[in-house]
Antibody
Framework: EVQLLESGGGLVQRGGSLRLSCEAS????????MTWVRQAPGKGLEWVSFISDITDNTYYADSVKGRFTISRDSSKNTLYLQMNSLRAEDTAVYYCARNVDYGLGSYYMAYWGQGALVTVSS | DIQMTQSPSSVSASVGDSVTITCRANQGIRNWLAWFQQKPGEAPKLLIY???TLQSGVPSRFSGSASGTDFTLTISSLQPEDFATYYCQQAYSFPCTFGLGTRLEIQ
């Protein structure tokens, strides 16, 4: 059974840093494309970052580019999101998701963690 | 970036009704579109991918269709558990943008 467990959320001051972790089980993380998605309180979903399955290519939303870094540790089967220079507008629940290639030409976020709340105080 | 325009932002319906939610992309996305359902306090759940393919385990009352850059999610014979917020998301190019969501409420 695929499971994703986020951790590392919490309260941080504006300008500070935080690292989110997403521990995967039931599959091999290094063979999977993964995504981080966030949701500000009472708002919709916002795509944040993606890491590809084979080449480890990374992509970011403009709102976090240069401040956030997605990475993974295959030995720990864990995905990370390093967040630096945090702003009030980064306050959100952060979800990690496993992307699945169904052979239709793209990846889709089929499995999600429960989310980790990040609060940036000003 | 590709913009996804989702409508309506909210809709009220009764159990047994049928509802349709629409998403329009501002450029071609080759049907690389997903629909998600989210209930309060829960993570989103993938319902449909490739614009029309039902995810395993999702009831057949959910269906997706596509015509050019216009996509629809139809829920027929609404059940109490279907009242939630629905999002479309394009998987064609980065950033993989979401629509703003449609809140489906009980009438």
């Amino acid at each position: 059974e695929v499971q994703l467990l986020e951790s590392g959320g919490g309260l941080v001051q504006r300008g500070g840093s935080l690292r989110l972790s997403c521990e995967a089980s039931g599959f091999t993380l290094s063979n999977s494309a993964m995504t981080w998605v966030r949701q500000a309180p009472g708002k919709g979903l916002e795509w944040v970052s993606f890491i590809s399955d084979i080449t480890d290519n990374t992509y970011y939303a403009d709102s976090v580019k240069g401040r956030f870094t997605i990475s993974r540790d295959s030995s720990k089967n864990t995905l990370y999101l390093q967040m630096n220079s945090l702003r009030a507008e980064d306050t959100a629940v952060y979800y990690c998701a496993r992307n699945v290639d169904y052979g239709l030409g793209s990846y889709y976020m089929a499995y999600w963690g429960q989310g980790a709340l990040v609060t940036v105080s000003s | 970036d590709i913009q996804m325009t989702q409508s309506p932002s909210s809709v009220s319906a009764s159990v047994g009704d049928s509802v349709t939610i629409t998403c329009r992309a501002n450029q071609g996305i080759r049907n690389w579109l997903a629909w998600f359902q989210q209930k309060p306090g829960e993570a989103p759940k993938l319902l449909i991918y490739g614009a029309t393919t039902l995810q395993s385990g999702v009831p057949s009352r959910f269906s997706g269709s596509a015509s050019g850059t216009d996509f629809t999610l139809t829920i027929s014979s609404l059940q109490p558990e279907d009242f939630a917020t629905y999002y479309c998301q394009q998987a064609y190019s980065f950033p993989c943008t979401f629509g703003l969501g449609t809140r489906l409420e009980i009438q």
